[in-house]
Each structure stands twice: as structure tokens, then as C-alpha cells.
């Protein structure tokens, strides 16, 4: 299985788990809070300690697989993430449910991070548009949960749909256990001071930098938009699952159309015009007082959101092919300290000033990421030509 239509193949199926992994946490909260009696802070902090398990996953893959290699860490991981999706269905205490949560944070950092590494591994001049097209799957994962969760609310407990999604990891654990992947490339490891020398980069710490951003602003969205549901326009926990859903399959449609787009448009311009929606849909969902302008304006959301993560890791892969584990790793790592503190302090503001209010904080980060990306631009042309994003 080592050529690149099967990589392909196997590293869709595993962004769709990777989706489900980050989704059914925010799809749940709702149910989760009234069932152990818990409030948005420590809702926020739950989000954000999968954030953590993601952030330290996206660490570790990377000197791993570039020493040895992809199959044994992606064998433990999806193993790791049905353990710990069924152990989040039937948690008997917070304290359980706070471990499976970290658990499958870990295990989901591992998978995302291997999976978009060997995807820029294999594709060539094509890595922009197969991370994107590899990317839509996460929407797949991600939209799934939420529409289980509406169609199965009243046949079936919350817990017993939960503990189904599990063994739907079984299918690509077993593709993993049956492939060939491209051997590793640092056999012998790669030395302490390249990574620091990697990790001290401009280029690399701007890309973690906008990806900080991104992944605040999507964890902040994902984890609290039934909440906002709920709360702020009167929709039922079971049903404001599918407006989440919305979400990600506005990401998901943009991710599958966006191949098509490179192909014509330079990348960053993309990306700024994908913000520029971003922004203006979430400021007319903070505005919204009816369910229909609302789930116009989360379907609009996601599609905003929907190219930056694989644009930059393109530009990732082109830039550092002979590390492109770890250097993945390394932007991942910065980026998920943003989907720790974004989902918190929205929790913090939510509690304080209601949901409204907490999502503020995406439109000021938007504008921030908007002003990044020309300062990314520029640190990159003289060494690459990415930024258009080559296609065949």
C-alpha cells in the first residue's frame, strides 16, 4: 500500500476519524454539563484539555515517524482512540471522562499529524491540493457525530450512540496494520540542535503562528456552537447538534471545491478571502436572532475556515521536505496552544457575559491571522513558490 492513491485512501478515512475525534466532545457539552453538574468554565477547560492531548500528539509524531517510521504509531493511536471513545461514552465520574478525553486528544494529535505528513510526503507538486482534498475529510468525521446525535436522540441513550461511533476506527486501523508506507527518512534520528535550529525558523514560526489562530478560532466554534443553540436562540440540546453539523460541512464543501480554485488563484489570496467570509459570517451569527440566519451564517463559517490549515501545511511541506514530520509537528504544536486557550477564555466570557459575547473573540483574531499571512508571504517567496499553490 505504499502508492499514492492508497496513502491517499487510508489518510482520508484517518482525517475523518481525526474529525470525530475533535467533534464529539462539542457535540456532547451540552448533555455532558447538565450530567455532571458542571458549568461553561469547566466546559472550556474539558475543551481545552482535548486541545492539550491534541497539542502533545502533535509533538511527539514527528521525530518519531521521520526516525521509524509511520506504521506503529498509527496502529497505537487508532487502537488509543477507540479505547477512548468508549471509555467517554460510559465515563462513571469527571475524573474518568477528563482521561478519555485526554486519551483521545493524544491519540487524534498522532493520527492528524502522521497522516498530513505522509500526504505531503507522497503527492509531489500536488501537496496543496491533496492536503486539501485529504482535509475535507476531517469534515466527513466532523459532521457525522453531530448528525447521529440528532437522528438517533430519541431511538437510543446519548452514552449508547457515543460508544457506536467507536468501532467505526476499527476499519482503518485494519488498512493501517495492511500497509506499506514510505520509509522513514532520519533512520537515525535527527540531532537535538536541528530541531531547535527548525523550531527558531521565521517562516515556520509564522506558519505556527496563523495556525495558533486557526485552531483557537475553529475549537472555539466547534466546542460552543450547540451551546450558543441553546442558549441564546432556545434550540433543544439534541437539536443543536445539527447546527454544529452545519459547521463542518460548510468545511467540508469548501475543502472538496478549493482543489479547483488553486489550480487559478494564488493560495494566500485564497486564504484572505476565506478570512474575510470567516469574519463576516461570524460577526452576523453574533448578530442573528433567529435560527435560520443563524444556521445560515455557521454553514458560511465553515466555509471560511476551510483552507487555511492544509494551505499552510503545503507550505510546510514544500519548504521542509527532508523533516516534514517534525516540522508539521512543530507548527502543530504551536497552533493547538491557540485551541487550548481560545475555547477556555470564550467558556470564561460565556459564564460572565453570555454566548454572544464570548464569540468575540473570534473576529479579533481574524483580523489578526488577516494581518499575518502578507508578513508569511513575504518570509517565504525568496526561497519557494508555493504560494501558488502548484497543482498538475
Not at 466555509?303 to 511541506?317: D, K
Not at 514530520?325 to 459564564?351: H, K, N, Q, S, Y
Amino acid at each position: 500500500m505504499r502508492s499514492r492513491p492508497s496513502v491517499v485512501t487510508l489518510a482520508c478515512l484517518g482525517m475523518a476519524t481525526f474529525g470525530i475525534v475533535l467533534t464529539t466532545l462539542g457535540a456532547s457539552l451540552p448533555n455532558v454539563m447538565v450530567d455532571f453538574g458542571i458549568d461553561k468554565a469547566q466546559g472550556g477547560a474539558l475543551l481545552s484539555l482535548l486541545t492539550f492531548g491534541v497539542l502533545a500528539g502533535s509533538l511527539v509524531f514527528g521525530p518519531i515517524v521521520d526516525s521509524r517510521g509511520y506504521k506503529p504509531l498509527l496502529v497505537f493511536a487508532f487502537a488509543a482512540i477507540i479505547i477512548g471513545l468508549e471509555a467517554t461514552a460510559f465515563a462513571p465520574s469527571i475524573t474518568v471522562l477528563r482521561a478519555s478525553v485526554l486519551v483521545i486528544g493524544f491519540s487524534g494529535g498522532l493520527v492528524n499529524g502522521a497522516l498530513n505528513a505522509v500526504t505531503a510526503d507522497v503527492s509531489g507538486e500536488q501537496r496543496a491540493a491533496t492536503l486539501t482534498f485529504v482535509g475535507a475529510f476531517f469534515g466527513v468525521g466532523a459532521a457525522g457525530v453531530p448528525l447521529m446525535l440528532f437522528a438517533l436522540s430519541g431511538v437510543a441513550s446519548h452514552a449508547s450512540i457515543l460508544a457506536s461511533i467507536a468501532p467505526l476506527i476499527v476499519v482503518p486501523l485494519i488498512l493501517t496494520v495492511a500497509a506499506t508506507f514510505p520509509p522513514s527518512k532520519q533512520p537515525h534520528g535527527l540531532p537535538l540542535s536541528d530541531v531547535r535550529q527548525l523550531a527558531s525558523e521565521r517562516p515556520l514560526l509564522l506558519m505556527g503562528l496563523i495556525l495558533f489562530i486557526q485552531s483557537g478560532v475553529e475549537s472555539t466554534v466547534g466546542g460552543w456552537t450547540t451551546t450558543f443553540f441553546a442558549e441564546e436562540l432556545g434550540v433543544g440540546a439534541d437539536h443543536a447538534a445539527l447546527y454544529l453539523a452545519l459547521f463542518w460541512f460548510g468545511l467540508l464543501l469548501g475543502r472538496l471545491t478549493l482543489g479547483r480554485v488553486l489550480r487559478r488563484v494564488p493560495a494566500v489570496r485564497v486564504v484572505l478571502s476565506s478570512i474575510t467570509l470567516a469574519l463576516v459570517s461570524v460577526l452576523l451569527l453574533i448578530a442573528s436572532r433567529n435560527v435560520t440566519m443563524a444556521a445560515i451564517a455557521v454553514f458560511l463559517l465553515g466555509c471560511g475556515f476551510s483552507p487555511t490549515f492544509p494551505v499552510i501545511f503545503g507550505f510546510a511541506g514544500d519548504r521542509y521536505a527532508r523533516t516534514s514530520g517534525t516540522a508539521i509537528g512543530l507548527i502543530m504544536g504551536i497552533a493547538l496552544f491557540g485551541g487550548i486557550l481560545l475555547p477556555f477564555a470564550a467558556g470564561v466570557i460565556g459564564d460572565l457575559r453570555g454566548m454572544r459575547a464570548s464569540l468575540l473573540v473570534v473576529p479579533a483574531c481574524l483580523l489578526l491571522q488577516a494581518a499575518l499571512l502578507p508578513v508569511l508571504s513575504r518570509a517565504v517567496r525568496p526561497d519557494s513558490s508555493q504560494l501558488t499553490a502548484p497543482v498538475s
